[in-house]
């Protein structure tokens, strides 16, 4: 499970690098939007995967999980807002939506590919 949250999160990177550098080339939207985008939804993705992670194990104090929570939760709401203080020409909706759209499409497409094996030959 661990190797396909990586592959998600591979992904995820890789396809935000792609969605920047095309829109960098063809000017249909500001690439620091995208950047900016994509960096919300990696920084959500391995949030939930750390936080799921310390939930599962059992030694692990829940002050700790509570404070990893609510700093998640303030940090996604701080990432859209400072986008919407930026000016236009640097982030715009549309790029920061394209951005943020690398999650569920690595989500989709790790789901249509097959799954990693372990050691096996």
């Given at each position: 499970m661990t190797q396909r949250l990586i592959r998600i999160e591979w992904l995820m990177t890789t396809m935000t690098l792609i969605a920047a550098a095309l829109v960098l080339a063809t000017g249909i939207a500001r690439?620091?939007?995208?950047?900016?985008?994509?960096a919300a939804a990696l920084f959500d993705?391995?949030?939930?995967?750390?936080?799921?992670?310390?939930?599962l194990t059992r030694n692990t104090p829940l002050p700790r999980i509570v404070s990893m929570a609510l700093a998640k939760s303030?940090?996604?709401?701080a990432i859209p807002a400072l986008a919407l203080l930026l000016p236009r020409w640097l982030v715009d909706g549309v790029s920061f939506a394209i951005g943020v759209t690398t999650l569920p499409v690595a989500v989709v497409l790790?789901?249509?590919?097959?799954?990693?094996t372990q050691g096996r030959v």
């Open positions: 690439p620091f939007g995208v950047a900016l985008g994509g993705f391995t949030m939930i995967r750390r936080l799921g992670a310390a939930a303030v940090v996604l709401l790790d789901a249509c590919l097959p799954l990693p």
